[in-house]
């Protein structure tokens, strides 16, 4: 007698641990095998750019602490940026060093948090534990410098808000060396254990070609040989004094793009080392009008996040609020070619895949 | 939902009655803007810089108005009136480059490929044209392929409301020679179209959905044009500027 097969509809998510908010997948399976897989985004769709049409551009700064909520930092300076190359600011010595302190730091935590929850998913539960206890002290030094612990509103156009103290600096100093003895512990308990690195090997395999196309950006794109980093193909801010290099693979698993990850923990610290060794003394703020009012015209700049380039595409009318003002959101168009990475897949691959793409919803749905 | 539809276009009606109701004195008052700049000149110095930085768009529209007259007058686009607000029209170092890029697409899409480009010297002196939407398929597959240009990495899809248009703007890189461009779509306001060009860069998949979305821009030929952040049975395009929302309350 034959066996009856037939193919199933399985609903992963909204609300599923491992999707790390609210993503939904509807997968067509047939037996193990994925033929078809369907994401479903917005439920975390705040509307974002209608909002901003009716804010000021200090008011801005606080609603993009909220998209990519692991790396606030990051997608503050994205839109401050925007501003000031629109206006022509200038930005103090001091300020511009500072941000590239806390962009850095923010990778790193950005990339723990990643670190951890990633491990978790595929299964192991203390580099978790781990991860956020070395995160939180990156954390508890943001707390100190602006008041908060995630949603920073730090940036302000034309600098910072808040100026760093000695002490401030001295702490980060010292967290340097303990961030890279820890990285070793993690190498050594997960980089250098072979049942991880035989379950992510091979695994959501593309090629550079297939990147480039889907518009993948960040480790992503890197993992398959494409040396993009923005900070330095496009140098924004100071990342042209500092020495640092863009770890690249050619792998194009979601084991290449572990060792990426944690590979641009090291370059971000050595980063921080070099900006916290040579911040110069002065104002934080450049002399800007109290009413942010860029002239009129239209400016596309993109960052590096720890996730890909944040761009944003701004266009002024030279009114104190912008007339459109649009984010194109790493998380957002990485996530595009997960369907193609999960066609013939087996469920079973789907979190290490997904996980490794590395998406934050708010970023997916701004 | 037919009803529902009719008390969005009711309210969208009212909407735009009241804001050109606005738009009259507001009219009014720039107009004389030109003869009256002077004057508010002189108040706004006893003022604090606020008003000055106030003045300073004002009077720059009333020079671009009166610009945009002479240049419908003349019936010349864009070029003369750039040349205008640069004084002494330094070439900008990316010139060459855009021309390049225009002589190609000419001559491989025809004359009327691209209707304008300028340098955008605001945005790091980026390079960009506008191209027709009944040409966009073609120019977009041209500007993918062809070895000179090479533009393989789509960096972004937006699209702005301008009021009397829509318009796409979409900005492009080739990771091969390391050139970047922006190339503009405009299309109506009504009867939003534009070719999709999803086949030539998968990632603008998402982008044109968010777009179609948000925007209301038909892309024509999308493999899988609905609603991506919005639930499906939302009514109206949420950025677009005379939106009103639908309140299930009232």
Redesign the interface.
């Given at each position: 007698m034959p066996l009856r097969t037939e193919e199933m509809l399985l609903n992963v998510g909204p609300q599923h641990p491992s999707t790390h908010g609210v993503f939904r997948l509807i997968l067509r399976i047939d037996g193990e095998i994925i033929q078809e897989a369907t994401p479903v985004?917005?439920y975390l769709?705040r509307?974002t750019?209608?909002l901003a049409e009716d804010l000021t551009y200090t008011q801005i700064i606080p609603y993009t602490d909220r998209m990519d909520y692991l790396n606030a930092m990051n997608n503050n300076h994205a839109v401050v940026l925007a501003v000031e190359?629109?206006m022509?600011v200038t930005v103090p010595e001091r300020a511009e060093y500072l941000r590239v302190i806390v962009d850095e730091l923010n990778r790193v935590a950005s990339h723990l948090v990643w670190f951890g929850t990633y491990l978790m998913d595929i299964g192991a539960v203390s580099p978790f534990l781990y991860a956020f206890k070395d995160r939180e002290k990156i954390v508890d030094l943001f707390n100190e410098l602006c008041g908060a612990r995630l949603t920073y509103n730090y940036m302000r156009v034309g600098g910072v808000k808040w100026d760093a103290t000695a002490e401030w600096i001295e702490k980060v100093k010292q967290l340097i060396p303990y961030l890279r003895s820890q990285y070793d512990e993690y190498m050594d308990l997960v980089g250098g254990n072979e049942i991880f690195l035989a379950r992510v090997k091979g695994v959501g395999k593309y090629d550079a070609d297939t990147a480039?196309?889907?518009?993948l950006s960040g480790p992503g794109l890197r993992c398959t040989g494409?040396k993009?980093d923005l900070r330095k193909?496009d140098p924004y801010s100071v990342y042209d004094r500092f020495t640092f290099d863009v770890p690249v693979s050619t792998a194009g698993d979601c084991q290449a793009r572990f060792f990426l990850r944690m590979e641009e923990i090291l370059q971000s610290l050595s980063i921080v080392e070099q900006a916290v060794a040579n911040i110069p003394d002065g104002p934080v703020m450049a002399k800007i009008?109290?009413?942010i009012?860029p002239?009129?015209?239209?400016?596309?700049?993109?960052v590096e996040n720890p996730r890909g380039?944040l761009?944003v595409?701004l266009?002024s009318k030279?009114?104190d609020k912008p007339?459109?003002i649009?984010w194109?959101r790493p998380s957002?168009?990485n996530?595009?070619i997960l369907p193609r990475l999960l066609k013939g897949e087996n469920v079973a691959n789907l979190i290490a895949i997904l996980g490794a793409v590395d998406i934050v919803l708010g970023d997916v749905?701004? | 939902m037919t009803r529902r539809e009719e008390e969005m276009s009711e309210k969208r009606k009212k909407h735009k009655a009241e804001d050109s109701g606005d738009d009259v004195p507001r009219d009014a008052h720039e107009k004389p803007a030109d003869p009256s700049g002077a004057e508010r000149g002189t108040v706004s110095k006893a003022h604090d810089?606020?008003a000055e930085?106030?003045l300073?768009?004002s009077a720059?529209?009333a020079a671009?108005a009166a610009a945009a007259a002479k240049a419908r007058a003349a019936d010349v686009k864009k070029k003369p009136k750039e040349k205008k607000k640069e004084e002494p029209p330094e070439p900008s170092p990316q010139q060459p480059l855009l021309d390049s890029f225009v002589q190609v697409i000419r001559e491989k899409a025809g004359e009327g490929a691209v209707e304008t480009s300028f340098i955008?010297r605001?945005?790091?002196h980026?390079p960009t044209i506008v191209v027709p939407a009944n040409q966009w398929a073609s120019v977009a597959r041209l500007l993918a392929e062809e070895a000179q240009l090479a533009f393989?990495?789509?960096?972004?899809?937006?699209?702005?409301?301008y009021e009397d248009y829509l318009e796409v703007?979409i900005?492009l890189t080739s990771?091969k020679h390391?050139h970047s461009l922006?190339v503009k779509v405009k299309t109506d306001r009504e009867e939003a179209q534009v070719p999709s060009v999803a086949k030539v860069?998968?990632?603008?998949?998402?982008?044109e959905r968010?777009v179609f979305d948000?925007m209301g821009i038909r892309f024509v030929g999308h493999p899988e044009l609905k609603?991506?952040?919005?639930?499906d049975h939302w009514v109206g395009h949420?950025?677009r500027k005379d939106y009103v929302p639908y309140d299930q309350e009232i």
């Open positions: 985004i917005g769709h509307g750019e209608k190359k629109l022509g480039i196309k889907y518009g494409v993009r193909d009008p109290r009413v009012r002239p009129e015209g239209e400016v596309f700049s993109a380039e761009g595409h266009v030279g009114k007339w459109r649009h194109k957002f168009s996530l595009q749905d701004a | 810089r606020e930085s106030a300073k768009p720059d529209k671009k955008n605001k945005d790091g980026r393989d990495y789509l960096q972004n899809l937006s699209g702005v409301d703007v900005h990771l390391g922006c860069w998968p990632a603008a998949d998402w982008h968010e948000l609603r991506i952040l919005m639930p949420p950025l």
